[in-house]
């Protein structure tokens, strides 16, 4: 068995290093417990990501069946567009959802890369497989329910799927795409096309559909951002303060973070005098946040303080949550 995983290693994880080295070149043993490494975290990484994207998959069906087409509601982005053509031809949802993401998965393979592109048409073609062929029963015909549950299952199921590594709307890849071309941002493209599509549907179909697609759309984004971001969102603290050292040690015993300290110069006066400081920097979370404000307090309500929203954080002493991507 050992002698398996190591040609196993040598095949695919140290195969690259092989040319240049000769055909008939041996490896360490180090370079082998390594590539080892390498091919473990690989295929837990892979693992992980199958299952996200299967979960999500079931997610979004289950929010698309259960909720938004047994009313005929839509929402934004491609599903959205998805839904209204739907809605107004009566072609089947799964053939349009492969359908209209055609595009955006060829973009994704220009502007992300080929392993982004097939994970994404592979996602694409789950939920269409899923919605043809899995059916969820009613839950509620409440249009107020319908909305924000609907869009709660849709946006958890796209975010499950971009923690996979892929993505089973195209709409952001369109605006990534976008952006580059038009030197925008992609919140403002994404803005755009979802006013499109919402006034497609307050023309083709009725104003009230068009404000219900936008709660169902809020609803998906917002549950989107809790599963990308989870409710430990990071806040970067810059501190600078003549009791750096005491600041460092309270952030150190009594927060139990990890804590950087860097030289710099503050400038002030009319004369623009300077003098060398010791800069506090940390990581925390934003459930924190109160404690290290009351502690500062204690030690200089002088200090200046600077703080940034961090969207992710690797290593150092932030626990990570579990399914990040």
Known sequence: MKALITQLVKRTMLRKKKAGRGRHAEYSAYEIAMGFRELKITVLRTGQDIVLIIVGIFSAAFGLESFLLPTNFIDGGATGI???????????LYYLLILINIPFV??????????FAIKTGLAILGLALCVAFVHFPDVT????????????FLGAGIGLAVRGGSVIDGTEVLAIFLSRKLGTTIGDIIIGINILVFSAAAYFIDVETALYAMITYLSASKTLDFIIEGIEEYTSVTIISSHSDQIREMIINKMGRGVTLYN???GFGKSGETRNVDIVFTVITRL???????ELIKIDPNAFIVMSSVKDTKGGMIKKRRLKH
């Not at 998805?82 to 089947?92: A, D, K, Q, V, Y």
């Not at 015909?141 to 709660?152: Q, T, Y």
């Not at 924190?288 to 009351?294: A, G």
């Open 106 to 115: 060829l973009m994704g393979f220009k502007t992300v890369g080929q392993q």
């Open 141 to 152: 015909h409440d249009k107020l329910l319908v909305a924000v549950f609907g869009g709660f």
């Open 288 to 294: 924190e946040l109160n404690k290290l404000k009351t």
């Open 264 to 266: 710099g110069k503050s």
């Open 82 to 92: 998805s839904l209204l053509i739907s809605e107004l031809t009566g072609m089947p």
